[in-house]
């Protein structure tokens, strides 16, 4: 039998649960491990708060001796360590004392759950799972829509009727694909098995059986591996100007598609381009890093701390705002003279652009990157984020129309006792007087002969209140039924805010968040996510609840504090 260990481990609900795991499982002495396996729930817990199914990936040693077998288990990020797994099974097999020649082709090493069921079931199907692998390569060539997204998986759900059943999804993605194949395609692709799977030298094993590997990334990801080695042994290897460096940096995958290994040793590759002051080696690997572009002039740059501070920034905020995110594509320094002295991000291009002038040694330029990431995040779960805006914190932006004019004068508490003439007087007047892309604010303005526009009118103080630089001016803004009201006089736009928002920004870091629900958004995200920042005690719980649960859970606090922004 088997002995079980108890493990903890973390659902993505939060809740930790006990998860009892092997380190060695026998089939023959244990057939109901086998059995498990291959009904899927191995290794596995119901998670009593949110009822998911929790499988932890672990590593251990699955033997039956009764077919000749071993398979060294490993967790699904650890492939690219596929060779030193090999030699490590191979001692292990030694170890067993029985005879499991390497020639009947049952010693393997497989990354993950799914993959030690698909070798099960190869077997009791008496198929030769370098043929099934080679037949994934003509699934795909049928099927190329499945290439069309990254980390694509692939298994053998089972053989029925004379048909291969594949499973096909794409990591962290809920689609599923069926696939089937005539099972005789196994026996077409069988001639091949020596010139893909053949080639591998006596002296350094490979049990590996996968199309993945197949592929460059992984001759990348080992020299990735063995360059932070070097480095952390003292090595001090050049980087730039190594053409076995720059081929590495071509070949590796990029972003979401990185293991958390990699991205370790990703880490130790950039504190060494730093120490060596390589710019441009730190401008290639936060592109692999971070799976965006990052425009050439940075390496330029007078301040050599903005890649670092990048670097930083990024790798400390949630992967699914950064690596995860599809409309954050790139970074650019920005020279234009209306904004070296702050950032932007642009929605038409998904371009996030930071003034030459904002240094990255000084924290206002870590939070203006959170800050414009945060706007690459707002349009990302815009309808999301949108619903919850206006719910929860009272935001309405309206149109300078007929119909916005009267919705904003509405919840002032009405026209009164306007004829429809002096509201369409007023409506006329509103609309003429409300500037549009101008920081200058709105002024005061007479509408002569109407009894309804005066000085004690809800709109005209609404008009009065919204001063340049208005958000500056929160606290005057006009107030009724426990809402403020204001002109946008940059998006051109009638405010509707709760005071209690009103009452939160005023405790922020920066009053920036008042003029508008887009920035209110980027500035309570960059408060949030700031690692550094004291006093998130004033967000109220059911903010940060919903941040966590929606947007992603920040780094833990450090030191430091966060600054102000604007952009």
Avoid at 94 to 115: D, Q, W
Avoid at 139 to 165: C, N, S, T, W, Y
Avoid at 392 to 403: C, D, E, I, Y
Wanted: contains cysteine; glycine residues 8%; proline residues 5%.
């Amino acid at each position: 039998m088997s002995v079980y260990h108890p493990t903890e481990t973390r659902c993505r609900c939060g809740m930790l649960l006990t998860v009892p795991l092997v380190r060695s499982a026998n089939a023959v002495r244990s057939p109901a491990i086998r059995e498990a396996i291959l009904r899927g729930t191995f290794h596995t817990a119901l998670c009593p708060g949110c009822r998911r199914r929790v499988q932890v990936e672990s590593t251990f040693l699955y033997t039956d001796l009764k077919k000749q077998t071993a398979i060294l288990v490993k967790p699904k990020s650890g492939r690219r360590t596929h060779l030193s797994d090999s030699e490590a099974l191979l001692q292990a097999a030694k170890a067993l004392g029985r005879s499991l020649p390497r020639s009947s082709g049952h010693l393997r090493v497989v990354y993950g759950l799914g993959e030690l069921r698909e070798k099960l079931v190869c077997q009791d199907a008496g198929l030769d799972d370098r043929a099934l692998e080679l037949a994934k390569v003509l699934v795909i060539q049928d099927h190329p829509f499945l290439i069309h997204r990254p980390r694509l998986q692939m298994e053998l759900a089972g053989v029925r009727k004379g048909q291969l059943e594949f499973i096909a999804y794409h990591h962290n993605q809920p689609e599923r694909f069926r696939v089937t194949m005539p099972s005789t395609v196994v026996e077409q692709v069988t001639p091949g098995l020596g010139r893909v799977f053949g080639g591998r030298s006596p002296g350094s094993p490979d049990f590996w059986v996968n199309f993945r590997s197949l592929s460059t990334r992984y001759d990348a990801l080992n020299a990735l591996g063995a360059l932070a080695s070097d480095i952390q042994a003292g090595g001090k290897p050049v980087l730039t100007e190594n053409q076995g460096f720059q081929n590495m940096i071509q070949k590796l995958p990029r972003g979401k598609d990185l293991s958390a290994d990699s991205k370790s040793q990703l880490q130790i590759v950039f504190d060494h381009a730093v120490k060596m002051k390589d710019q441009k080696a730190q401008d290639q690997l936060i592109e692999v890093r971070f799976g965006k572009d990052i425009d050439d002039e940075w390496a330029l740059n007078n301040h050599a701390s903005d890649l670092r501070a990048i670097w930083e920034v990024l790798r400390q905020l949630p992967e699914s705002n950064v690596e995860g995110n599809s409309r954050l594509d790139s970074l650019g320094l920005e020279k234009d003279a209306d904004w070296v002295d702050s950032g932007y991000f642009d929605p038409s291009s998904d371009l996030i652009g930071i003034g030459a002038n904002v240094p990255g040694t000084t924290e206002s330029f870590k939070d203006v990157l959170r800050h414009e990431v945060g706007h690459a995040v707002y349009y990302q779960k815009q309808k999301l984020i949108d619903g919850w805006l206006e719910t929860r914190f009272g935001w309405k932006a309206l149109q300078v129309t007929k119909a916005g004019i009267h919705a904003w004068v509405t919840a002032m508490g009405g026209w009164g006792k306007a004829t429809p003439a002096q509201k369409s007087e007023i409506i006329n007047a509103i609309a003429k007087n409300t500037p549009a892309e101008s920081f200058a604010g709105t002024r005061d303005f007479e509408i002569q002969g109407n009894p309804v526009w005066t000085k004690s009118f809800g709109p005209r103080k609404a008009f009065v209140a919204s001063v340049e630089d208005w958000w500056e001016n929160c606290a005057r803004w006009h107030r009724y039924g426990g809402r403020r009201f204001y002109v946008n006089s940059y998006y051109r736009q009638l405010m509707i805010v709760s005071d209690e928002t009103i009452d939160l920004v005023r405790n922020m870091p920066s009053l920036y968040a008042a003029m508008s629900p887009l920035e209110f958004f980027a500035e309570l995200y960059a408060f949030y996510f700031d690692p550094d920042a004291k006093g998130k005690v004033i967000i109220p719980k059911n903010v940060r609840d919903w941040l966590d649960a929606n947007i992603g859970r920040p780094s833990p606090a450090v030191k430091k504090t966060a600054k102000k922004r604007r952009g």
